[in-house]
């Protein structure tokens, strides 16, 4: 009985007791039955209780019923990523003690944090992370989407993405319909450096997105499927497609997938060695954003790789860069960022020995115990050229050896 549920709300919100509440109307014992829902109960009863309480039972239950209809949207709102309608229902929940009550209370904290990692504050996400760790007897939604939760926060906010892919890897879309989560699962894969598994699940996730007709959310599936071609596809052909998305973006106004859009052509071109053009939408990826954007650093770090192989920025303006890097990286915790920031210090300081020291020792094992198969990669391949050029072969080869394995093939042949 929805009155019961609700009666026990607001006597517990107010600190009263069964038997304080009942006093002079009935018994604590049929107090526990009506809140439970185990007995029938008057209508007068129920007023009695209510005008005691201070509140209007039908008032009451049509905030409960506008909740319910209120998180549905408000989830739906996130996972199009419409940022104003986000705010708004955010607002309007806010408005209601029911809000805390047993019935909606898991939700919400789970779609809060979603909320949290949404607008890029994902730090206010770790409180609620660390509660929802202990929950128990969930149902098989909550559980779910709990594990995608939990991956998406490993994702973007620890960049831990072997635990990410453990959480999404996880969840059962029988008990699930949020298809949603096969972007996330995308980004992971890419972030591994498996390409095929990331192009695959971001064209599941292209398919949901066209579903539920989210503009914004194609335009970021297609650009994800594009990032996963660099490496087979001629240059012009993902140079137009990027700008063909670009377009787009700014025919509707989506500013945020137009940083991603504009971080993404950058590294496009800085592969490319066309470091003009990648340090123009750098720079154009870093204005697009505030700098307490989790990716703001990523631009930044991009910008100054771009403006250090184009060679036309005086080492002074591009040390105060680096400096700006690392402040901003402690701040914020980001330690992938605070290894390679202090890697272009010394770099830069023209101090090589530092530099190699300080990536072997320090900067490669967190690569490699995070799982950032990229850094990994490329940073093996740095130091064993090093290595090789000191003459020293046995740590060449020890580097060399995780990079050949990798290109191994069980084949046959004499």
Known sequence: ?????????????????????????CSSTHISKIERGL??????????????????????????REIEQLLKEWQDAIVKKLKPRVVSVKRQLEGFNLLHMQD??????????RYYLFIGKGRMADGLIE?????????????????????AYHLSVKNNYVEALACLKEINLEHYPNQEYY???????????????AFFHANKALQFFTKIRSFSRIIESEMLMVIQLEQSEDHP????????????????GLEHQKAMLYHNVAYLYLRNAEYRKAGQFYKKSMDAREKSHPNYLGSLEGYVNALTKEGKTS???????VEQGLEQSRSSSASTFIHIFKMHYFYLSNQMDMYYAYLEEEA?????????????????????????????????NRFATPVINKFRRNNQFV
């Open 183 to 197: 972007y996330d699962l995308a980004l992971v894969y890419h972030s591994l450096n498996s390409r095929v598994l």
């Open 315 to 321: 080492k002074e303006k591009l040390l105060s860069l």
């Open 237 to 252: 052909t993902l140079s137009q497609e990027y700008h063909r998305l670009i377009e787009m973006t700014e025919d509707y």
């Open 131 to 151: 509660e929802m760790s202990v929950w128990t007897d969930l149902t098989p939604y909550e559980k779910n989407l709990l594990l995608h939760v939990k991956g």
């Open 39 to 64: 007995t029938e109960v008057s209508g007068e009863t129920i007023d009695f209780l209510c005008k005691r309480l201070g509140i209007e039972m039908e008032a009451e239950i049509e905030n409960y």
């Open 104 to 113: 909606f209370y898991r939700l919400y904290t789970l779609l809060l944090t």
């Open 364 to 396: 490669f094992p967190y690569f490699k115990e995070k799982g950032y198969m990229l850094l990994v990669e490329h940073y093996a391949v740095v130091l064993f050229d090093y290595y090789m050029e000191k003459n020293d072969m046995e740590k060449a």
């Open 1 to 25: 009985m929805l009155e019961g549920k609700i009666i026990k709300f607001y006597r517990e919100f107010q600190g009263l007791k069964q038997k304080d509440l009942g006093d002079g109307i």
